[in-house]
């Protein structure tokens, strides 16, 4: 447990804090009970109690090694939120007791182009995420949410409304705001048409975003059994797809030049060229899956239709706060399974197994093991 008394509006800097994680020591072991020590407090520290942590599909290909060779012990979790216990002299945004939320990110050089535009996620120098990386504000690397505290300097910490489904808040740190990031940037709006490849953690947020802005929303989905819940989230189309198939979709004519935009959020690499001829004059392809290879791109498939293919990466702090406050305005939240924090591994086997509806979320606020 934290160190730092919960009502403190200072703190000691040279006072450092034990806190319990849940992490890994290995890319091949479970996760598991583990001490990690926090830094204390720089002046424009904000220290957070971590209520509830949402497990993205990342964190499992971070703690598997699948994105390169890491360092460990780690202790994953980029979604979070929870209540600040302590605030550096320095902060002005958020008090002792508000709640707060962290992403993917907790610190950026704030100087270069990108950092002053608010788009932190593409800092030239690079971004610290929130675990994995070696911490620029004290020893060691950064360890993330599946924990009991943070301490996370204030422009990377987003200011929760008062809410009473906290839990549903935690996943739009990331799987809001980079399913909103892309429908921002690229203008989706009413009346046009929208597909979302894969529907899990990722791809459900993006549903009921596109819905909400009033885009006529297509799912297209590897599992049958997810067709009921995307049509009562707003879908009007569900399409069931075979990657592995000679023809994975059933390419009709009314599917061609039809999408003004296309979110993939397939995990894997996988081949593109089903889905480019169903984008129109215009339109985008988005990839915020996969970072390997998207197979089947040729150029006329591109030049056909004028039709982009872009990637996506998270959101800048700013478009973070906006996509809490839009969904909180709006009342749209994630489907969530609430899990205790033995659950994870568990959980991350239904994540892999695509059965998780729609994200798990761990209670982190509530002790240990229970
Ligand atoms: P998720 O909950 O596992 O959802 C992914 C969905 O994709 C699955 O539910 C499944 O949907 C489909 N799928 C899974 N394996 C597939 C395969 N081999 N071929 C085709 N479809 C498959 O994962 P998530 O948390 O939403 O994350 C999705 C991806 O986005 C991950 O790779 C994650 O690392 C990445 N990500 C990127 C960013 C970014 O900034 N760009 C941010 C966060 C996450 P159906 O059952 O409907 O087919
Ligand atoms: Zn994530």
Not at 27 to 46: E, K, N, Q
Not at 114 to 135: F, H, I, R, V
Not at 271 to 298: C, E, I, K, Y
């Amino acid at each position: 447990m934290s160190a730092i008394p919960a009502n403190a509006t200072t703190t000691d800097p040279a006072q450092t804090a034990i806190t319990r994680g849940y992490g890994a020591h290995s890319s091949t072991g479970p996760l598991g009970p583990m001490d990690i020590t926090r830094r204390a407090l720089l002046a424009d520290d904000v220290a957070i109690d971590i209520l509830f942590c949402g497990v993205c599909h990342s964190d499992i290909h971070m703690v598997r090694g699948e994105w390169g060779n890491q360092a460990y012990p780690m202790v994953p979790g980029h979604e979070f939120v929870g209540r600040v216990s302590a605030v550096g002299a320095a902060v002005t945004r958020l008090a002792v007791g508000d709640f707060a939320g962290v992403g993917c990110m907790v610190d950026s050089c704030g100087a270069c182009e990108n950092c002053m535009a608010g788009l932190e996620q593409y800092c030239t120098t690079g971004a610290t995420l929130t675990y994995a990386s070696p911490d620029t504000r004290g020893p060691g690397q950064t360890q993330g949410g599946y924990s009991e505290r943070v301490v996370v300097r204030e422009r990377f910490v987003v200011k929760v409304p008062p809410v009473d489904d906290l839990a549903a808040i935690a996943p739009l740190l990331c799987s809001g705001v980079t399913t909103f990031s892309p429908m921002q940037h690229w203008r989706l709006g009413s009346g046009q048409r929208f597909a979302v490849i894969g529907l899990g953690g990722l791809g459900h947020m993006a549903l009921k975003l596109a819905v909400s802005r009033g885009a006529f929303a297509t799912v297209f989905t590897t599992s049958p059994a997810k067709e009921k819940d995307a049509l009562a989230m707003g879908a009007k189309d569900v399409i069931v797809w075979h990657p592995a198939a000679t023809d994975p979709i059933p390419l009709t004519h009314e599917l061609v030049n039809r999408f003004d935009l296309v979110l993939s959020t397939v995990p894997f690499p996988f081949d593109v060229s089903p889905f480019l001829p169903l984008v129109r004059q215009d339109g985008v392809f988005v990839n915020v899956g996969a970072p390997g290879a998207l197979g089947g791109v040729t150029g006329a498939g591109l030049w056909n239709q004028r039709r982009s293919l872009v990637g996506s990466c998270i959101g800048g702090m700013p478009e973070t706060q906006e996509v809490v406050d839009y969904c909180v305005a709006h009342n749209i939240r994630p489907q969530i399974e609430l899990i205790k924090p033995h659950q994870i591994n568990e959980a991350y086997a239904r994540v892999e197994n695509r059965e998780v509806r729609y994200r798990y979320v761990i209670d982190m606020g509530s002790g240990h093991g229970g």
